[in-house]
């Protein structure tokens, strides 16, 4: 296990963006956790500290923890490509979606076994009697019973889920319930996704949460929007360099790099006038980035002239914990190669680089706030990150009605809801009725910043994990 460094940041500048009200519970809150978690340690293990939802929250989580003065601590996990497979084949099966369709044997129990035993070399000595240990997802969640013999409570926080027990799932269920039964508690995103035989009385529903002041989030003029995606080589210029400073999350200036090749198989970046449909995505097959790419091909004909296409996800041509990444690439550009070439001029694949976690937010940021119509097509999604936080830009975003989604989303309110992700005609005329409706497009946005506001902040997050605290000291 390798520990991630990460600064404190203060809860008042909450103060920013809630009411003083809001602002006084959270801190409130916050002075009883640090009260009766005194001399405890919170320890998160996750998968990875870049890329993806579960390191998107923690690197805020963990800093409101050491800044309400609870001593929280990150690690990760480290394992080979055979681990990661298994942890992939996990995740799509708890999705309801066989993915590479092979089985999971005693083999792969063992190997799953040897590599977390492997991990926790080194760190029994750390981990205390009392601790609190939060364990995320599949990847991680056979720690539990090493680390409640070493007197850990452990919370297994899941979160990823599917709408209804299928037989993928219960293949999946089966490899992971005795590791799970071991945890002292369990988090999901939402009711449905806890499996019937947790006790109900051990199961905590907590939904994800964003957070307004990272660099993923924070506020942009539009003219370092364009600046940063100029400087990037996404957008051609439209005039003059623009703003590309930022603010990293320990609160030190960044700039944004001059990149190149972000843009895959292209040599031009996207015209300055373009009307961008966006879909940011790890690139994981139940993301769905190859049936957007097909809806808007296919229905090109719906769009106004001067709509573009932009797909992002991380860039997955080296290394990742991800092995399906680099395939689901691959069948992207496949699909983008076929097009007939003026098609094929308005639709983009961008691989953007996680080696600088805050350059890489600042640039999603920039990408986002620039989009006209947000999309997120997903077979399946636990909760999806990327509907939240286009949401929180005021952008209108046209999702699936699949997984935390609808609890997310209210339909024609606060964002577009597609009833059968599979419909690519229902899919286009949904994306292209947004285009052509400015009045539309900013009232759903104007919903959409106001329902995230009301319910997906970090202040009803860190509450409800102090009162979970709460309950397993008491
Ligand atoms: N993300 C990113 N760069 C990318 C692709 C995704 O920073 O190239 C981020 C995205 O902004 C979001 C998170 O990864 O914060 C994805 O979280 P979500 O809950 O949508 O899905 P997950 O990847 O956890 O399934």
Not at 66 to 87: L, M, P, S, Y
Not at 107 to 126: F, I, M, P, T
Not at 449 to 470: K, M, N, P, S, W
Request: aromatic share 6%; charged share 25%.
């Amino acid at each position: 296990m390798r520990e991630v460094s990460i600064g404190a940041l203060r809860l008042d500048r909450f103060a920013e963006v809630l009411p003083p009200e809001r602002v006084a519970v959270l801190k409130t809150a916050a002075d009883r956790a640090a009260h009766r978690l005194a001399g405890r340690t919170v320890w998160n293990v996750s998968s990875t500290e870049r890329g993806g939802g579960v390191a998107e929250m923690l690197q805020t989580l963990v800093a409101y923890g050491q800044g309400a003065g609870v001593r929280t601590r990150w690690v990760v996990v480290t394992g080979d490509e055979r681990f990661f497979t298994v942890t992939k084949r996990l995740h799509n099966l708890i999705h309801g979606f066989s993915g590479d369709g092979a089985e999971l044997d005693a083999d792969d129990e063992s190997h799953y076994r040897e590599v977390l035993a492997r991990n926790l070399e080194g760190w029994e000595e750390q981990v205390r009697p009392g601790d609190i240990v939060l364990l995320h997802d599949p990847q991680t969640v056979g720690l539990a019973g090493a680390l409640r013999a070493l007197g850990a409570q452990v919370i297994w926080r899941c979160h990823i889920g599917s709408d209804r027990a299928d037989g993928h799932s219960s293949r999946a269920w089966d490899f992971l319930r005795p590791f799970v039964e071991d945890a002292d508690a369990y988090v999901f995103s939402r009711r449905e996704y806890a499996p019937a035989w947790l006790p109900a009385s051990r199961v905590w529903v907590i939904p994800p949460s964003l957070d307004p002041f990272s660099a993923k989030n924070a506020p942009m003029t539009e003219e370092s929007v364009r600046g940063a995606l100029h400087r990037a080589g996404i957008v051609e210029r439209l005039d003059g360099d623009g703003n590309v400073a930022f603010v990293r999350r320990n609160g030190t200036p960044g700039t944004v790099r001059v990149h190149h090749g972000l843009l895959v198989d292209e040599e031009r970046p996207l015209p300055p006038d373009a009307a961008v449909m966006l879909q940011v995505s790890r690139w994981d097959r139940l993301k769905d980035m190859a049936g957007v790419l097909t809806g808007f091909a296919d229905h090109e004909a719906r769009f106004p002239d001067g709509v573009h296409l932009l797909l992002v996800g991380p860039d997955v041509r080296g290394v990742s914990d991800d092995p399906e990444g680099a395939q689901v690439l691959s069948e992207c550009r496949q699909l983008r190669a076929a097009l007939p070439p003026p098609t094929r001029a308005r639709v983009h694949l961008c691989c953007l680089s996680m080696d600088d976690v805050d350059e890489n937010a600042h640039l999603v940021n920039a990408i986002q706030r620039h989009a006209t119509v947000v999309v997120q097509k997903s077979l399946m999604e636990g909760f999806g990150l990327t509907v939240t936080e286009p949401m929180w830009k005021e952008r209108p975003v046209v999702a699936s009605a699949v997984g935390g989604i609808v609890d997310q989303i209210e339909d024609d309110v606060s964002g577009v809801l597609l009833q059968d992700p599979a419909d690519l005609d229902r899919f286009a005329a949904l994306a292209a009725d947004l285009f052509r409706d400015p009045g539309r497009r900013a009232r759903i946005g104007a919903a959409a910043h106001e329902r995230v506001t009301r319910q997906f902040l970090g202040d009803r997050h860190l509450i409800q994990y102090g009162e979970l605290f709460a309950a397993l000291v008491a």
